[in-house]
């Protein structure tokens, strides 16, 4: 399965539908669910393109969500006919060079440089290499249709830690443990795990005598597993007993298990606190960046609507997945 690339990213606008046509160059035996000027979507199409949608996605929503779903699909066909009728006024053409690219960019970001496997992975998403070109040429015209429409966006420094503090919350960092793990296996009847104990302990005597852990575990035939920082709400009760008292670098006392018997280390405990400003910038950057283009699309999009004929008629679909409401 192809990534979704395909479909070109939000910032894009999606996916432009593409059953659009002039209906002059279409007889149309069905309702119409959207028109902007000329270019129509019916019920047939939109509940094609809905398929699609819904089937990249991995846990596909259902009831009002679904319902949602549809409402939001609908409202971006709207948005990406108009853009389309924009482009068509300025006598914006795609770069077929530009296509070429991108076609090869998706091919190699998808390990798909042999045709074959190529024309394959576009037939298990219902697609033509002509019909993945043509979508990333109406994409670059609805990208074009807004450029120069917006002014800069331009967020200082100052703004950012603003945002920052007003979602604070959202960097909280709980409280972790950063642990590793030792088992030293034991024969399947247990008739050795005394013996196997009495070496762990000696070893760990070792260790914290300043011999090496990791070649000291080598030496015992085991492996020094790296377990991360954990957050400690998401430990198991007796774990947060058993490494209560530990500090940092102690390691906790063996414990025959069902793999045999396990030695915790305590590497460090890390406090709760915030993820620091400079680790969220760039994040809230691009947040903020978008939310700004958003808006100023949806105006841009808003004033072109009062100078274009466009309808829809949403009162035609029923349930989750459109139809014709008889």
Same mark, same amino acid.
């Given at each position: 399965m192809l990534k979704r690339v395909l479909y070109l990213g939000a910032v894009l606008l999606g996916l432009l539908v593409a059953a659009v046509v002039?209906?002059?160059?279409?007889?149309?035996?069905?309702?119409?669910?959207?028109?902007?000027?000329?270019?129509?979507?019916?019920?047939?199409?939109?509940?094609?393109?809905?398929?699609?949608?819904?089937?990249?996605?991995?846990? %596909?929503?259902? $009831?009002?969500?679904?319902? @949602?779903?549809?409402?939001?699909?609908? +409202? !971006?066909?709207?948005?990406?006919?108009? =853009?389309?009728?924009?482009?068509?006024?300025?006598?914006?053409? %795609?770069?077929? $060079?530009?296509?070429?690219? @991108?076609?090869?960019?998706?091919?190699? +970001? !998808?390990?798909?440089?042999?045709?074959? =496997?190529?024309?394959?992975?576009?037939?298990?998403?219902?697609?033509?290499?002509?019909?993945?070109?043509?979508?990333?040429?109406?994409?670059?015209?609805?990208?074009?249709?807004?450029?120069?429409?917006?002014?800069?966006?331009?967020?200082?420094?100052?703004?950012?830690?603003?945002?920052?503090?007003?979602?604070?919350?959202?960097?909280?960092?709980?409280?972790?443990?950063?642990?590793?793990?030792?088992?030293?296996?034991?024969a399947a009847d247990g008739s050795d795990t005394e013996a196997v104990t009495s070496r762990v302990l000696a070893m760990l005597e070792r260790v914290e005598g300043g011999a090496d852990l990791q070649a000291e575990a080598t030496l015992a035939g085991v492996e020094l597993q790296e377990l991360?920082?954990?957050?400690?709400?998401?430990?198991?009760?007796?774990?947060?007993?058993?490494?209560?008292?530990?500090?940092d670098g102690d390691f906790s006392d063996p414990a025959v298990t069902a793999g045999g018997i396990q030695v915790l280390r305590l590497v460090q405990r890390i406090q709760e606190g915030y993820q620091p400003f400079e680790e969220v910038e760039g994040e809230i950057r691009r947040r903020e960046t978008e939310r700004v283009f958003y808006e100023q699309r949806s105006g841009f999009i808003d004033r072109l609507k009062e100078n274009y004929l466009v309808e829809v008629h949403s009162e035609r679909l029923v349930g989750g997945g459109g139809g014709l409401d008889g």
């Open positions: 002039h209906g002059a160059e279409k007889e149309v035996l069905e309702a119409i669910l959207i028109r902007v000027n000329d270019r129509i979507v019916t019920i047939s199409e939109f509940e094609k393109r809905l398929d699609q949608e819904l089937a990249q996605t991995t846990n %596909p929503p259902q $009831g009002e969500a679904l319902l @949602a779903f549809r409402d939001q699909l609908v +409202e !971006n066909l709207v948005n990406e006919m108009i =853009l389309m009728e924009r482009a068509v006024e300025k006598n914006i053409v %795609p770069d077929e $060079g530009a296509i070429d690219e @991108a076609v090869a960019g998706l091919r190699e +970001e !998808n390990d798909l440089q042999d045709d074959e =496997l190529f024309k394959a992975a576009l037939g298990e998403s219902g697609m033509t290499e002509e019909s993945l070109r043509e979508r990333y040429r109406k994409s670059f015209m609805v990208q074009r249709a807004a450029q120069g429409e917006f002014r800069s966006t331009e967020i200082t420094q100052e703004e950012l830690k603003i945002f920052y503090e007003q979602d604070k919350d959202t960097y909280a960092v709980p409280a972790k443990v950063e642990l590793q793990q030792m088992i030293f296996p034991v991360g920082a954990i957050p400690i709400q998401d430990l198991r009760p007796e774990l947060v007993e058993l490494l209560k008292p530990l500090g």
